[in-house]
């Protein structure tokens, strides 16, 4: 059965996902990023190649060709999708992504503000309900 983490009190959304890439990365896993919103993943892909100062997290979007041959280990998607193998969904989206199930691991990330925490919320429920093992991780501030 899939395991759901929740992440919360995100001062900035996209740096957390960036760190959690990085530690799929550092445990050989690949993962998908997903939201239906297109300039969240355009600033995400830029802050993919400067996260870390000496290195960059190699990733793609789901269109690419790497992403279908299955040579980047962390992939940008307004879908869901296992193209490249992954285990692990990172879900940005303000609701539960559909086919979530088929992947060992699902990533929440709920920041500070309202709504954000609101939805994050309904979507915890959700998977609470449903059965799901559920871990949360309650973020420092920085």
């Given at each position: 059965?899939?395991?759901?983490?929740?992440?919360?009190?995100?001062?900035?959304?996209?740096?957390v996902?960036?760190?959690?890439?990085?530690?799929?990365?550092?445990?050989?896993?690949?993962?998908?990023?997903?939201?239906?919103?297109?300039?969240?993943?355009?600033?995400?892909?830029?802050?993919?190649?400067?996260?870390?100062?000496?290195?960059?997290?190699?990733?793609?979007?789901?269109?690419?060709?790497?992403?279908?041959?299955?040579?980047?280990?962390?992939?940008?998607?307004?879908?869901?999708?296992?193209?490249n193998?992954?285990?692990?969904?990172?879900?940005?989206?303000?609701?539960?992504?559909?086919?979530?199930?088929?992947?060992?691991?699902?990533?929440?990330?709920?920041?500070?503000?309202?709504?954000?925490?609101?939805?994050?919320?309904?979507?915890?429920?959700?998977?609470?309900?449903?059965?799901?093992?559920?871990?949360?991780?309650?973020?420092?501030?920085?």
């Amino acid at each position: 059965m899939t395991d759901i983490y929740f992440y919360s009190g995100a001062e900035d959304k996209l740096l957390v996902a960036c760190r959690l890439c990085a530690k799929a990365l550092s445990q050989n896993a690949r993962i998908v990023v997903f939201t239906s919103n297109q300039s969240m993943l355009e600033k995400l892909d830029k802050m993919l190649w400067t996260f870390q100062p000496t290195s960059f997290l190699p990733h793609c979007f789901i269109h690419d060709e790497a992403a279908l041959v299955r040579s980047t280990p962390v992939v940008l998607s307004n879908r869901v999708t296992q193209e490249n193998g992954s285990s692990i969904l990172l879900n940005l989206h303000d609701q539960c992504p559909p086919d979530f199930a088929k992947f060992e691991r699902i990533i929440e990330i709920a920041s500070l503000s309202p709504e954000d925490r609101s939805s994050a919320r309904k979507r915890y429920r959700f998977y609470q309900q449903a059965g799901y093992a559920l871990h949360h991780h309650q973020l420092q501030p920085s």
